[in-house]
Every structure is written in structure tokens, then in C-alpha cells.
T-cell receptor
Framework: ETGVTQTPRHLVMGMTNKKSLKCEQHLGHNAMYWYKQSAKKPLELMFVYNFKEQTENNSVPSRFSPECPNSSHLFLHLHTLQPEDSALYLC?????????????FGNGTRLTVT | GQQLNQSPQSMFIQEGEDVSMNCTSSSIFNTWLWYKQDPGEGPVLLIALYKAGELTSNGRLTAQFGITRKDSFLNISASIPSDVGIYFCAGVMDSNYQLIWGAGTKLIIKP
């Protein structure tokens, strides 16, 4: 399997649930990212990891908790979300920093919070 | 925060027509990127531009890095049904290497 793989593709959860999104990249890249995509808006960068270390957290609420156990895997743990958190969550990877190397995206997890 | 103004927001065109979209900003960029997102998939890089004035083609797609370094455009010639999707511009700011995204242009081809 190649590229960036995200699971699940779709997720419906209540506001009191706890769930996790998973991302795996098979490209040998050093950096991984979580983005939030809402309709008709620019992609919103949430978290950046370089060599497993978090290097950026763009003022994301604590109900979103990332985890990067190694350079190939990235998780986003979700708890007590709000309906406005419903969106497409995209994982991406790059060889170097995102401003210097192209991003490779997964197909996203469509999250609906009820 | 910094913004890229991408226009138009959406386009309804006939198959075979040429398409043009652009991104502008008040900030200076050292890289411009154009991505396409097909329905149900993540964005895929189409063209990368690294130098002011650069004109680069990828098949029927042509993109240019504006000479002022504050804008870029993407043209698609002779559109076909598989061109439908959302096209995003993204720019790397010269001041801090931050990657900024446009809000996308949704391309719809009229049957």
C-alpha cells in the first residue's frame, strides 16, 4: 500500500463520545500534519509533527489531542466535541517542512458530531 | 491572520471551455502551489512554482507565479468532465515560510 491512508473514512459521534482518527504514511516522510477542512474555507492547519515531535499547535482546543508514536503514524484523539467540529479531517505528510516540500494528503475522515 | 483571496469561488462551465482562476494577497510569497481535490479524496499537487514570473504547464494546465510575487493564476484549457473538483492555491510566505491556503475554486461542468 502506498501514500497516506486515513481511517475511518466516516465517523459519527455524540458530544460525549471518545474516538480516534488514524493516519499512516508509506512514503518515508519525516513530517505529518492534521488539517481541518470546512466547506468554502481555506484548509486550517491544526498540528505539525517533525520526526515524531510536535512542532506546531495552531491554538487547537484541548478536546483534540494528537499523538505521533513514530514517523509513519499519526492519531487524533477526540473527546467531548461540539457540533461545530463537524468537518473533513485531513492528514498529510511531507519529506521536509511544509513550506519547502509538497504535502501528500490522505482522503480524510468525514466527522459528524451530533 | 494572513489571507489568500482565491477567485472565483465556483465556476459553471461547458465541456471544452477554457478555465481561469487566481489567487491574490497583500503579502509576498516565495512559492505558489496549486492543488486539486476530487470528490471524496484529499488534495493532490498539480503544479509548484518557485520563481517570480515562472510559467509552468502540466498537460492542459498552466500556472504562473506573478511578477509582483503576490499572486498566481491557473488556467485549464479545453475542460473535460474529469476536471470537476475543487482547486486550491497555497502560498509559502517569504517572511516566515508559513503555508497559506486559499478557500478553493469549485469547478462544475454543465451537462
Amino acid at each position: 500500500e502506498t501514500g497516506v491512508t486515513q481511517t475511518p473514512r466516516h465517523l459519527v459521534m455524540g458530544m460525549t463520545n471518545k474516538k480516534s482518527l488514524k493516519c499512516e504514511q508509506h512514503l518515508g516522510h519525516n513530517a505529518m500534519y492534521w488539517y481541518k477542512q470546512s466547506a468554502k474555507k481555506p484548509l486550517e492547519l491544526m498540528f505539525v509533527y517533525n520526526f515524531k515531535e510536535q512542532t506546531e499547535n495552531n491554538s487547537v482546543p484541548s478536546r483534540f489531542s494528537p499523538e505521533c508514536p513514530n514517523s509513519s503514524h499519526l492519531f487524533l484523539h477526540l473527546h467531548t466535541l461540539q457540533p461545530e467540529d463537524s468537518a473533513l479531517y485531513l492528514c498529510a505528510s511531507s519529506q521536509g517542512r511544509q513550506g519547502q516540500s509538497p504535502l501528500h494528503f490522505g482522503n480524510g475522515t468525514r466527522l459528524t458530531v451530533t | 491572520g494572513q489571507q489568500l483571496n482565491q477567485s472565483p469561488q465556483s465556476m459553471f462551465i461547458q465541456e471544452g471551455e477554457d478555465v481561469s482562476m487566481n489567487c491574490t494577497s497583500s503579502s509576498i510569497f516565495n512559492t505558489w502551489l496549486w492543488y486539486k481535490q476530487d470528490p471524496g479524496e484529499g488534495p493532490v499537487l498539480l503544479i509548484a512554482l518557485y520563481k517570480a514570473g515562472e510559467l509552468t504547464s502540466n498537460g492542459r494546465l498552466t500556472a504562473q507565479f506573478g511578477i509582483t510575487r503576490k499572486d498566481s493564476f491557473l488556467n485549464i484549457s479545453a475542460s473535460i468532465p474529469s476536471d470537476v473538483g475543487i482547486y486550491f492555491c497555497a502560498g509559502v510566505m517569504d517572511s516566515n515560510y508559513q503555508l497559506i491556503w486559499g478557500a478553493g475554486t469549485k469547478l462544475i461542468i454543465k451537462p
